[in-house]
Each structure stands twice: as structure tokens, then as C-alpha cells.
């Protein structure tokens, strides 16, 4: 059992470059979020998706987009990379109700040069 | 608007000992309130969570947490620390009525000395 999939594991990008960075999952969840994690600041939402076809932004959404291909995919993108984008970047689904749980793949560490 | 604060970024404590990491949380009704842990270039993993029912609540690896709805709290503890217990643990909190959307505390990183 796979659970959520995030690729790649490490990147390095220099400034004004773009990447994806995938994520999938395979619990039929109908949420799905990209946080980031900076050092004493926890995880912050970059943006989340409720529902295949919709997204929407979170607190930190700027130099972001994102597109959920389908029900197991959620695709974050960084057109133009910042050196303030360094950070690692965690996928999570979310199973819903009194039994609500999130579960994260195993992060993406992106350094911006 | 829900916050969370965790008081401490960094807890050390001795093998045996007892580990308490503290939360407090900003939420006009009670939320669901989550103990999440990360060990070293890992994800994270749920220790425990509270949604509704008991207000002490049990976990993996011996940890547990009590909701007090009147101190807006959700401290969690263990009673003797293991050294693998060494990690960064991270309360959150989600409301109700808008999804898995979680907030997060800036985390509290545990030591554990021999």
C-alpha cells in the first residue's frame, strides 16, 4: 500500500527556473493539499484541493499553481523558482468526517539557487 | 481565525523521564486537534487525534493527549521516554466545518539523553 507518492525526493533549481513536483495518491481520498516547511515555522498550506476539478489557494499560495489532474494526482508548480522557495515541500490526502487524518508522502527538498 | 502554539521549540528530557509538549489553540468553536510526529528527512505520521467523544486520547508509541476545552489546550505526553522518541512533533488543528485544511504549530523538537 503506497499511500501518497511524491516526486522527486530532491531538486535544485536556479533562479527564474520552473518544475513540477507530482504527487499521488491511492486511498480514493477526495482532498488533497501541498504544504511547505520552513525551520520554526511548521508546515504551511500552499494551496488544496476538495474535490477532483477544484482548487484553491491556502496562506502561502504566491509563485504557485497547481492542477488536480484527476482524483489520485495533484501536480505543484513553480513557474519562475525564488530563492524564498527553498524549502520542503510535503503532498498529504485527507480522509473526511469524525475520521478525518491527513497522510504525507515523504517530502520534496527544493533548493533555489 | 484558528492558530495553534506550541510553547518550546526544543524539549530535551532524559531517558525514563516524562515527556510533556504543550499546545494551545485559537479557535472560536472546538476544532479537531491532531499530535503529528517527523523523524529525521521523513513525512509526517499521526500519533493521536481528537474529534470527538473521550477528551483523553491515546496514541502509538505510548503517547497520549487530554483536550481541555476551557484552557483551549491539547498537551501531549508519555510517561517514559525512549530514545526513539527522539523527533520533531507537530500539533495541528482543523476546523469542523471546512475539510482536512490543517494549521500547524512551529513544532517542538524532542532530545532524549541516555
Known amino acids: 500500500n503506497a499511500g501518497v507518492t511524491q516526486t522527486p525526493k530532491f531538486q535544485v533549481l536556479k533562479t527564474g527556473q520552473s518544475m513540477t513536483l507530482q504527487c499521488a495518491q491511492d486511498?480514493?481520498?477526495?482532498?488533497m493539499y501541498w504544504y511547505r516547511q520552513d525551520p520554526g515555522m511548521g508546515l504551511r498550506l500552499i494551496y488544496y484541493?476538495?474535490?477532483?476539478?477544484?482548487?484553491d489557494k491556502g496562506e502561502v499560495p504566491n509563485g504557485y499553481n497547481v492542477s488536480r489532474l484527476n482524483k489520485r494526482e495533484f501536480s505543484l508548480r513553480l513557474e519562475s523558482a525564488a530563492p524564498s522557495q527553498t524549502s520542503v515541500y510535503f503532498c498529504?490526502?485527507?480522509?473526511?468526517?469524525?475520521?478525518?487524518?491527513?497522510?504525507f508522502g515523504q517530502g520534496t527538498r527544493l533548493t533555489v539557487v | 481565525a484558528q492558530s495553534v502554539t506550541q510553547l518550546g521549540s526544543h524539549v530535551s528530557v532524559s531517558e525514563g523521564a516524562l515527556v510533556l509538549l504543550r499546545c494551545n489553540y485559537s479557535?472560536?468553536?472546538?476544532?479537531?486537534l491532531f499530535w503529528y510526529v517527523q523523524y529525521p528527512n521523513q513525512g509526517l505520521q499521526l500519533l493521536l487525534k481528537?474529534?470527538?467523544?473521550?477528551?483523553l486520547v491515546k496514541g502509538i508509541n505510548g503517547f497520549e493527549a487530554e483536550f481541555k476545552k476551557s484552557e483551549t489546550s491539547f498537551h501531549l505526553t508519555k510517561p517514559s521516554a525512549h530514545m526513539s522518541d527522539a523527533a520533531e512533533y507537530f500539533c495541528?488543528?482543523?476546523?469542523?466545518?471546512?475539510?482536512?485544511?490543517?494549521?500547524f504549530g512551529q513544532g517542538t523538537e524532542l532530545s532524549v539523553k541516555p
Open positions: 495541528a488543528v482543523s476546523a469542523r466545518n471546512q475539510g482536512g485544511k490543517l494549521i
Open positions: 481528537y474529534t470527538t467523544g473521550a477528551t
Open positions: 498529504a490526502s485527507h480522509s473526511e468526517g469524525v475520521r478525518t487524518e491527513a497522510f
Open positions: 479557535s472560536s468553536v472546538p476544532p479537531y
Open positions: 486511498m480514493n481520498h477526495n482532498s
Open positions: 484541493s476538495a474535490s477532483e476539478g477544484t482548487t
